[in-house]
């Protein structure tokens, strides 16, 4: 399975957001990180690849199934989001909202491969101490651990994480970019993740699409585009692109002079 974004133009109303994206060839297993500042067009593209903006023009495709016009319902059981923002104030526990986003895909009868489907996302998202903790309870950290976890239990072709670290502690942060390679591992899923920690994204990532103004600026691995002078340039700062000890990338940033 493969994703194709083929000169995507998307925005609000009559304001164009993405000029002519085009991201090609992302395997199955692969994990894209979607790099850029903010109000660069990371939460357009990803609320266009799910559905909930309509492009004015370009395809978006999935294998061989065109999907660019595909009703909401029906992208939703092939592509999974998790948007920046989220909340849930409903009397669920933690087990019965990942049972929820589970069965919006598959039918609300429970069988029990599905309990098991719950029971082994919790697991790999280290959340089963928190299965039966009201959902409204949670720290922060807590609840955007469950949003990934809501979001990957469906085990769609296409996973889409706006930020899925920006509210968690080093430990927990590690965790579950972890957790998500795991996922990956398994399920063969393509994983777009919106990431603003450059070094979170050289260690997990196999790809980097560098996005500014609503333009692809660069793609392709890590150890490329995070030596682009065009990443201290979108970022308005000054970096090296260093090797730790152990042979991991390092984005070395700091203000200009």
């Known amino acids: 399975m493969t994703l194709h974004i083929e000169h995507l133009k998307a925005g609000y109303g009559k304001t164009e957001i993405l000029h002519d994206v085009s991201v090609q060839g992302i395997q199955g297993g692969a994990f894209v990180g979607l790099i850029g500042p903010n109000a660069s067009g990371k939460s357009t593209l990803f609320k266009t690849l799910a559905g909930l903006v309509t492009p004015m023009a370009g395809r978006i495709a ?7 016009y595909l009703a909401r319902k029906d992208r939703a059981r092939r592509v999974a989001y998790m948007p920046q923002a989220f909340g849930c104030n409903a009397l ?40 039966s903790h009201g959902i409204a309870d949670l720290s922060g950290g807590q609840a955007q651990m469950v949003a990934v976890a809501q979001t990957i239990v469906r085990a769609p072709e296409v996973i889409l994480l706006d930020e899925p670290t920006s509210a968690l502690d080093l430990h927990h942060q590690l965790s579950i970019m972890t957790s998500i390679r795991n996922e990956m591992d398994r399920e063969k899923p393509v994983v777009m993740a919106a990431l603003h920690d450059l070094n979170l994204a050289a260690k997990f990532c196999d790809r980097l699409v560098l996005l500014r103004d609503g333009v692809i600026l660069a793609d392709g691995p890590p150890h490329e585009i995070l030596a682009l002078p065009e990443i201290g340039e979108t970022y308005r700062v000054e970096t090296d692109l260093e090797r730790t000890g152990r042979g991991a990338l390092y984005v070395d940033a700091r203000l200009p002079a």
């Open 92 to 131: 669920l526990s933690v087990f019965e909202s990942v049972l929820l986003a589970l069965k919006q895909t598959t039918g609300w009868r429970v069988k029990s491969d599905n309990l098991d489907r719950v029971s082994d996302t919790l697991n790999a998202l280290d959340l089963s101490h928190l299965a």
């Open 62 to 68: 999935i294998g061989d199934d065109d999907v660019t």
